[in-house]
């Protein structure tokens, strides 16, 4: 089983800033099958980007994302307050097994 | 519009068996994986299984002699059948519409709680 451990597991911002997480994997993953969800409180789960640094529709410009192998990140280039959620990667890396992350929770100051 | 709604017992006895539904509309189950995904309170997400369009299926392999998914295409509903339940099942359980051969979740169900309790 490919293990995903993000980090932090909670984080603070203040507006404007810029944060970035991570999704650490135990084994290599495929850029084209690393994905990350975006999770509000009392939600269920929207896709954000996918495979790896491709936004979802109505995803805003401020979202990026990279990486490759076993190292994947997001990063908010300017934090609003619409942005406090937990975000989870997700991976498929081989036959039949999916993946989560245990998720960043991001906090708004 | 894609929409997904799941639809349960939400209180259900432990050892006993569980069984949800999640009814489609906006696509066909015949051209699309459904995937089920639960997350316990305050915790994070753990896949289940999926019914691919063509109706095999792949499984969980932490939970894959407890679990049965199958589909009616002509209803556009799947099913979920989970047995032995125990507490730790206690969950809020999603139906995930797969997309294609980039393996990610496009579109989710709202979900539905399942307490397992005596």
């Known amino acids: 089983e490919n293990v995903l451990t993000q980090s932090p597991a909670i984080m603070s911002a203040s507006p404007g800033e810029k944060v970035t997480m991570t999704c650490r994997a135990s084994s290599s993953v495929s850029s084209s099958y690393l994905h990350w969800y975006q999770q509000k409180s009392g939600a269920s789960p929207k896709l954000w980007i996918y495979s790896t640094s491709n936004l979802a529709s109505g995803v805003p410009a401020r979202f990026s994302g990279s990486g490759s192998g076993t190292s994947y990140s997001l990063t908010i280039s300017s934090v609003e307050a619409e942005d406090a959620a937990t975000y989870y990667c997700?991976?498929?890396?081989?036959?039949?097994?999916?993946?989560f992350g245990g998720g960043t929770k991001l906090e708004i100051k | 519009q894609v929409q997904l709604k799941e639809s349960g017992p939400g209180l259900v006895a432990p050892s006993q068996s569980l069984s949800i539904t999640c009814t489609v509309s906006?696509?066909?189950?015949?051209?699309?994986?459904v995937h089920w995904v639960r997350q316990p309170p305050g915790k994070g997400l753990e896949w289940l299984g999926m019914i691919w369009g063509g109706g095999s299926t792949d499984y969980n392999s932490a939970l894959k002699s407890r679990l049965s998914i199958s589909k009616d295409n002509s209803k556009s509903q799947v099913f979920l059948k989970m047995n032995s339940l125990q507490t730790d099942d206690t969950a809020m359980y999603y139906c995930a519409r797969g997309y294609g051969n980039q393996y990610y979740f496009d579109y989710w169900g709202q979900g539905t709680t399942l307490t397992v309790s005596s």
């Open positions: 906006g696509f066909s189950l015949s051209r699309y994986s």
């Open positions: 997700q991976q498929y890396s081989g036959y039949p097994l999916y993946t």
